[in-house]
Each structure stands twice: as C-alpha cells, then as structure tokens.
C-alpha cells in the first residue's frame, strides 16, 4: 500500500532525482501506521511540534512567528504516510483541517558531505536547517513527494519542519533522510542525537543546497 501510494503521487519526481538515485526513499510493502503526529510524552532529544488552529482556505505555510499554538506535542521522526485523519489532537484540539504543526529540534551531525531529503506531504511542507530552507514542499496539494539535498559540516544544527493541513480529510507528512554513501531511511532524530562532547560541538554550516523545491 506504502509503495502505491508513493509511487502515484511523486514517481514523476523521484525518477527526476538530481542526486541521479531512483531508490524510493520510502520504499515499504507493509501497510500504513496508524497516523502519529506526535504525542504528550516528552522527548528532550525529539521534536517539539507547537500547533497551531489556521483560517479555512489557507493556501501555503503561514509564519507561525505570528500564531498562538494551541498545544504541544512531541516526536522522534515523521512518519504520517497518506491517510484518513477525522480525529483531530484529543486532549489538545479536535481540528482535523485547516491547522498547522511547527516542529523544532537540535541534530548533530558526525559526517560531513551531502544529505539527501525528501518531504512526502499533504498539504505543504517545508524543512529548514540553521534557519535556511532545505527543502520545501508548499501549497495545498495531494500527496507529492519532492527531494533535494544540501552539503552539511560537522556540527549542530537547528532543524525545523513546518507543515500545514488545508481541507478535510487526508494527510501525509513522512520525512526521509540519506546520509553520505548511505541509502534513504526515515528521518529520526534517533540519529542524531546530542553526544557526549557536545559542549565542545560548534555550528554546523549549510551550503550547496540543491533543488529546494516548490516555494
């Protein structure tokens, strides 16, 4: 079902991939998960997902510098694949559209090179590091897949991956990740965790960001 899904909506991009790799990113046989945005448990490691209740017929990412959030919630990677969402965040808020999810975090990255991402979303999303854009995939939209990559030093990086939910009923948010000379897998921040120098870690710095996607 996963691989169905995907292929009918970002085939076209993926075959297109300027990192000349047509392995699906997120190539899995199984059934979807159960949709998780997140939950209230806390993860100091994790994301922190602030959300946020949006106006009906917005059309692309709003600055949510602007916005209240509504609640909190908290995850180690995203991995929402196109689905029925009809029960809003219980304990939080019952919205199941027009609402959006800012999620913040620190990575520390080991290896430097080239990392691919890809953002499967729907409606739009967007992935920043160090506050430039890495990847973006705005606008409302189905389920579209679009991938690019920038070069990353050794270092720590603050990550953001915002994402908004236009009219009832489907989403997707699914975050992949290819680290240099490995293959795609699922973005968690798992991986990336603080070590135990990390006092002695610096700022990472983004450059060389290829094909970032639609604004």
Known sequence: MRCLLFAIAAAHILTADPFQDTAD????????????????????AGLQGRIYDLPANTSKLPDFRRLTPVGTIYT????????????????????????????????????PGTYRFSILSDDGARLRLNNKTVLSNDGQHGPTAVSSGATLTRGVYE???????????????????AAPGEPWRIFDMHDFRPPNDMEKWSKGKVSAIQDPGRK
């Open 25 to 44: 990113p997120f190539q899995d046989t199984s059934e979807p998960a159960p949709y998780t945005f997140g939950t209230s448990v806390v993860d100091s």
């Open 76 to 111: 180690s990677s995203l991995n929402v694949w196109p689905q029925s969402f009809t029960q809003g965040f219980p304990g939080i808020t019952d919205r199941y559209e027009w609402f959006g999810i800012e999620y913040t975090g620190k990575i520390y990255v080991e290896k």
């Open 159 to 177: 990550i953001a991956v915002e994402y908004f939910q236009g009219p009832r009923f489907s989403v997707a948010l699914v975050l992949g990740v």
